[in-house]
């Protein structure tokens, strides 16, 4: 295949893919459980489980965690939960069904039971927020999530498992699901979730996470209408606490900085890695460009400032992959201006500048997002090349994956004279990233 047959190829699949739920439809990470309290962000220490407990000789049992694998078979109190809780049962055809050939689990109801850990305290509900709700495609005009504890679920072996399913929302403000993982030793378990062809797998067995299952809280979050399934454990206990997600108000403000998120979590940043691993991708290295998918008051002052952070939904993904991959990427202003605009009419093209003269397979992008620009340089009688400085940017060629949704007013330019005139210039906010050339990528580790 031609070099640029393939670039080609690869642009349009992650341009396909950015453009779709598929980048975002889930997310997780994790939270360091430590055993003396310390000044550590997004850190927790050991938890404590209670509940209620059917047995008359015991009104109110307690389980502490994180257990380890020597532990496992010996804690009174996990036995204990284990013979306290009650089968699971699962959704079908407006009914709640118990078959264990289908799903082999038990569970505790909220009402039954408490747990010193707050999803909200360590980051996990804002993640939430910031990267799956604004792309969840509700009708409800909100910005926030309310995470609502449903149930306790056990996972044991040899056998624990739960068939591919959907869930059913518990009501049309739900859009989605958080599982927690509780840290306890356990092997297998893995949950897998699938949209559109794609999957995702959150395997948070001592093995595949070296060790973290006995030290960290692991999360997942994931849409309603996502497939998922819980594999067989075939060790220890897999234990986890189940939140229904909600539409509610509110708004992080994490894009870059979510210590609770794994950026790798994402598909996304393993599409861009295998891109970015193809040497005849962008082989001369260049500037990758993504408009950025929701609007943003990229052209005033309060706005400005509030960049990174306020990135939301796919622009979030977008720039956490790109920054985790350790490319440079930042979000800048790109100017609507072409050769064949209202112009073209008062300048005299002979003067053009010669840098200018290829503009029409380029795009002029300021060199950061700027309050709005109010200039009268060039007049009638001035070369293109002094409006343009006046803004303040460059012409870039860039390979772009998204098309422009969302614009602001970004330049005013006054002209004087016999017939005086204001006209605007509109600018999109995009995220543009630094793509080096293959020879520099296989040089540097960091990169893809």
């Given at each position: ?378 007049g009638y009688e001035e070369s293109r090349k002094e409006v343009l400085e006046s803004y303040g940017g460059e012409w870039l060629n860039v390979n772009w994956l998204t098309n422009a949704k969302h614009k602001n007013i970004g330049y005013v330019h006054m002209a004087y004279g016999n017939e005086a005139s204001t006209s605007f210039k509109y600018t999109h906010a995009a995220l543009i990233v630094s793509i080096p050339p293959t020879a520099d990528r296989r040089n540097d580790a960091s990169v893809g």
């Open positions: 295949m031609a070099a640029n047959t393939l670039q080609d190829s690869i642009t349009e699949e992650l341009s396909k893919f950015i453009n779709s739920k598929s980048a975002t439809f889930a997310c997780g990470g994790s939270v360091p459980i430590v055993s003396f309290p310390v000044q550590i962000s997004a850190s927790s220490t050991s938890l404590s489980l209670r509940w209620d407990s059917p047995n008359d000789t015991r009104s109110v049992s307690k389980l502490s965690f994180p257990i380890s694998p020597a532990a496992i078979e010996q804690d009174v109190g996990l036995l204990e939960l284990v013979r306290d809780c009650q089968p699971a049962s699962f959704g079908f055809k407006g009914n709640d069904v118990v078959d264990y050939s289908y799903r082999k689990a038990i569970k505790m109801d909220r009402s039954a039971f408490s747990i010193d850990f707050c999803p909200y305290e360590h980051g996990i509900i804002d993640t939430v927020a910031q990267l799956l709700l604004p792309n969840a495609g509700g009708t409800v005009a909100t910005q926030g999530v309310k995470a609502e504890l449903y149930k306790l679920n056990i996972y044991s072996a040899p056998s624990g498992f739960f068939k591919p399913h959907v869930d059913t929302p518990r009501s049309d403000k739900q859009f989605g699901s958080l599982v927690i993982a509780l840290p306890c030793h356990h092997e297998g378990g893995q949950l897998i979730v699938r949209h559109a062809d794609q999957s995702v797998t959150f395997d948070w067995g001592s093995s595949a996470s070296h060790g973290r299952t006995s030290s960290t809280v692991q999360w997942a979050a994931f849409y309603s209408d996502c497939e998922h399934e819980v594999k067989e454990v075939s060790e220890g206990y897999r234990i986890t606490l189940t939140y229904n997600l909600y539409y509610s108000q509110g708004v992080g403000d994490l894009s870059g900085s979510s210590p609770a998120m794994d950026v790798t979590s994402l598909l996304l940043y393993h599409k861009v890695k295998a891109a970015l691993e193809v040497p005849n991708f962008m082989a001369e290295g260049g500037s990758l460009g993504i408009f950025c998918q929701h609007a943003y008051a990229h052209s005033t002052p309060e706005g400005i400032e509030a960049f990174p952070g306020v990135l939301k939904g796919v622009d979030m993904a977008v720039y956490s992959v790109f920054l985790a991959i350790g490319l440079h990427i930042s979000v800048r202003p790109v100017l609507e201006f072409s050769l064949r605009d209202e112009y073209d009419d008062y300048y005299d093209m002979d003067d053009e500048d010669p840098a200018t003269d290829d503009c029409a397979e380029k795009n002029f992008i300021g060199r950061q997002l700027k309050s709005l620009v109010v200039s009268d340089a060039g």
